[in-house]
């Protein structure tokens, strides 16, 4: 029994990334006009030479959406994907 309790504890716990990651992709679905305003300054940084995955676009992300900065690179990801797909 104490067994299946960790192991069930294990399980749980291991799925808390991937809801999370879903959460972003529905806050990115939802929220477009965000998705877009993401998009020009991420258009604004690589005016600058400055990649949409790079360290200072991701705190960007990171900081103002309050996302840890694993959770701002799916996110940019996401925002990439679906509204800008013409960022690098």
């Known amino acids: 029994m104490k067994s299946y309790l960790i192991f069930l504890f294990l399980f749980l716990s291991s799925l808390e990334p991937v809801l999370s990651q879903s959460n972003l992709l529905e806050s990115v679905k939802k929220n ?36 840890t900065p694993v959770n701002a690179e799916i996110y940019s990801i996401y925002v990439i994907g679906l509204h800008c797909p013409d960022i690098i």
């Open 32 to 67: 477009p006009s965000e998705a877009i305003n993401i998009c020009n300054k991420f258009r604004d940084f690589n005016s600058k030479g400055i990649s949409a995955s790079s360290d200072k676009a991701i705190e960007y992300i990171s900081k103002k959406n309050k996302l």
